[in-house]
């Protein structure tokens, strides 16, 4: 079972800056996708962004222009960076690891944005 690492997290001014990791435990390159998902409190979790093998990518639409997803395959590591933040950004972030058999789940890191 890969494992995955997140961290990055924290607490910062609205406007500020985060950049999130996704450490893999074994090549990235086998997942058919990986992404990044959030979980406000009391909320349902939600689609942040995906990078596909291929390297297609994908935003959620209210982060569109301010969040940019990367990867390092050299690293086996996902990137999230975070602009521009608002403090509807606050949740904790997930990483995700998609190949057709199965689907990965990192412990989460917080994110929290102060008005």
């Known amino acids: 079972q890969v494992q995955l690492v997140e961290s990055g997290g924290g607490l910062v001014q609205t406007g500020g800056s985060l950049r999130l990791s996704c450490a893999a435990s074994?090549?990235?390159?086998?997942?058919?996708?990986m992404g990044w998902y959030r979980q406000a409190p009391g909320k349902q979790r939600e689609f942040v962004a995906v990078?596909?093998?291929?390297?297609?990518?994908n935003y959620l639409d209210s982060v569109k222009g301010r969040f940019t997803i990367s990867r390092d395959s050299a690293k086996n590591t996902v990137y999230l960076q975070m602009n521009s933040l608002k403090p509807e950004d606050t949740a904790v972030y997930y990483c995700?690891?998609?190949?057709?058999?199965?689907?990965?789940w990192g412990q989460g890191t917080q994110v929290t944005v102060s008005s």
């Open positions: 990078i596909t093998r291929g390297g297609s990518i």
């Open positions: 995700n690891a998609l190949t057709a058999l199965r689907s990965a």
């Open positions: 074994e090549n990235i390159s086998s997942f058919t996708a």
